[in-house]
């Protein structure tokens, strides 16, 4: 049952005037502040493991998503966007490690990492983010391995460091798992012959056609082939 | 049993007179809104985003309203002294408690699995039907925990609050007890022994209201009928716990 308001003229002229006289003085009240500066914010250590576990209650997995859509965002603030060289790349190594402790199985924090992060014109801050990864992938080599993977790309293409894509590269055959591609654990053979290692590449080829591993007749042409070219590129030499 | 079923039918029918499926409705719409602005902002595992923030959205939005519910409700009850009438019928107290409560968990389920079909959009029906078992199971004890609360103290304020709290300390203990272990269990200061041991009583007493209901489930397809058997039993006793104490309160008031 609804009941039909009273007229306008039931409400007493006094309670008008106050309502039309604290509207404007809001509105004045308003004009007379000062405009909102923009203040960029810095970004600071993450709280301590035991601290964000309490204030999760319970459900880590939801504060790990949010912390990382934070972190994203970070660089735009109050309609203002940060470049990646403005932030510090020590804390927010930091940053990502706490997510990836709350919610391990994330693989969002490595893609950051290694895609986003990692594109600031600023080797030493490149570095950092591929270390990030580096240190990262032996935690759980068979869902991680992609980032390294991408990692190793990054050295070798953009940051011309064939020692540090040879490394990840190394890593990558050493904790191979089922999950993982054989191109990827075949990376550090490109790379060896890239350096002009070519016996250390036939050696690497040769130990993976020896172990007995590799089932797949394509795979096993297309690295005989590989190591045939290898000898006949050391012989020329 | 006749008295029961009507009390519980009486509870509906508030919950439409009240339009509580209006604030359900206005809920889901939000959280979807929500879901959607989640998967615009996320470069990779976009459906785990969605299906976690969803989820931790509607939960504590299902907490809410139901616990908000089952306070008004009685206060109202208190207050135009309905609950008078009631008690001078010729039925137990106990008949009473019971018929409010069939019907609070009636509108508990139907919020449950309202929710719990909202994330069907997102993660596979397994999961989804055991978050949503796992939901009523955490609903139940919050209904039963209001009823204690308006009993005890029978404003709309200081119940909800001491609701609140209890769920804060519920899903937080484990992570408290785990911060304590370390540096107090060793500590010989008698403060920080006093700290320890309270912690420990409370971790003793409070439901563990962090193992229920977990984003986990949805996001990486987790749960298993060993953690329903587990949120069952746990439930089970909890408001057993809370209904004998509501009825203890309940029989002792003077009405």
Redesign the interface.
């Known amino acids: 049952m609804t009941k039909q308001p009273r007229s306008i003229r039931a409400v007493p002229k006094i309670v008008i005037t106050l309502l039309v006289l604290s509207l404007f003085l809001q509105i004045a009240w308003h004009v007379h502040l000062p405009p909102p500066r923009v203040q960029i914010e810095k970004l600071t250590e993450p709280p301590q493991l035991?601290l964000l576990?309490?204030?999760?209650?319970?459900?880590s997995?939801?504060s790990a998503?949010?912390l990382m859509?934070w972190l994203?965002?970070f660089e735009s603030q109050q309609g203002q966007f940060l470049s990646y060289k403005q932030l510090n790349y020590s804390l927010l190594q930091h940053w990502l490690e706490r997510i990836l402790q709350i919610d391990p199985?994330?693989?969002?924090p490595l893609?950051?990492a290694s895609?986003?992060y990692s594109m600031v014109p600023d080797t030493g801050k490149q570095r950092l983010m591929l270390d990030f990864v580096y240190q990262q992938f032996f935690i759980d080599p068979a869902k991680r391995w992609r980032w390294l993977a991408h990692a190793a790309v990054l050295a070798k293409h953009r940051l011309d460091d064939l020692p540090l894509a040879l490394k990840y590269a190394k890593a990558l055959t050493a904790h191979a798992t089922p999950e993982m591609p054989r191109w990827a654990q075949e990376m550090q053979i490109f790379i060896l012959e890239d350096m002009g290692e070519l016996e250390r590449a036939r050696l690497v080829i040769g130990g993976m056609l020896a172990s007995g591993e590799l089932t797949d007749p394509n795979e096993i042409k297309f690295l005989n082939d590989k190591l045939l070219a290898l000898e006949k590129h050391s012989k020329q030499k | 049993m006749k008295p029961i079923l009507t009390l519980a039918a009486l509870v509906a029918l508030e919950a439409l007179r009240t339009r509580f499926f209006a604030v359900i409705i206005i809920l889901l719409s939000i959280g979807f809104g929500l879901a959607i602005f989640?998967g615009q902002?996320?470069?990779?595992?976009t459906l785990?985003?969605q299906s976690?923030?969803l989820?931790?959205f509607l939960r504590l939005s299902a907490l809410y309203v139901v616990s908000l519910f089952v306070i008004t409700s009685m206060v109202h009850e208190f207050n135009n002294h309905a609950i008078y009438l009631w008690l001078s019928l010729p039925m137990r107290r106990s008949t009473y408690f019971f018929g409010k409560f069939s019907g609070f968990a009636l509108i508990a389920t139907l919020t449950a699995i309202l929710f719990g079909a909202a994330l069907l959009s997102y993660v596979p029906y397994q999961q989804a039907g055991l978050w949503t078992l796992s939901l009523f199971c955490e609903l139940l004890i919050i209904t039963a925990l209001s009823l204690l609360c308006v009993f005890t103290f029978p404003q709309t304020v200081q119940a909800f609050s001491v609701v609140l709290g209890f769920y804060?300390l519920a899903?937080?203990i484990?992570?408290?007890q785990?911060?304590v272990q370390g540096p107090l269990s060793h500590s010989p200061s008698s403060a920080d022994q006093l700290i320890n041991g309270l912690v420990q009583l409370l971790a003793m007493l409070l439901p563990h209201?962090?193992?229920?209901t977990?984003?986990?489930w949805l996001?990486?397809h987790t749960g298993g009928v060993e953690h329903l058997l587990e949120i069952v039993i746990q439930t089970m006793i909890y408001i057993i716990l809370l209904m004998s104490m509501s009825l203890f309160d309940l029989y002792r008031k003077n009405l």
């Not at chain 1, 576990?53 to 459900?59: A, C, E, I, Y």
């Not at chain 2, 209201?209 to 229920?212: E, S």
Request: aromatic share 12%.
């Open positions: 035991e576990r309490v204030f999760s209650f319970g459900d997995v939801v998503k949010l859509l994203q965002a199985h994330s693989q969002y893609l950051a895609h986003l | 989640v902002v996320t470069v990779i595992e785990a985003y976690s923030l989820a931790a804060i899903r937080s484990t992570a408290i785990l911060m209201l962090d193992r229920f977990q984003s986990e996001v990486y």
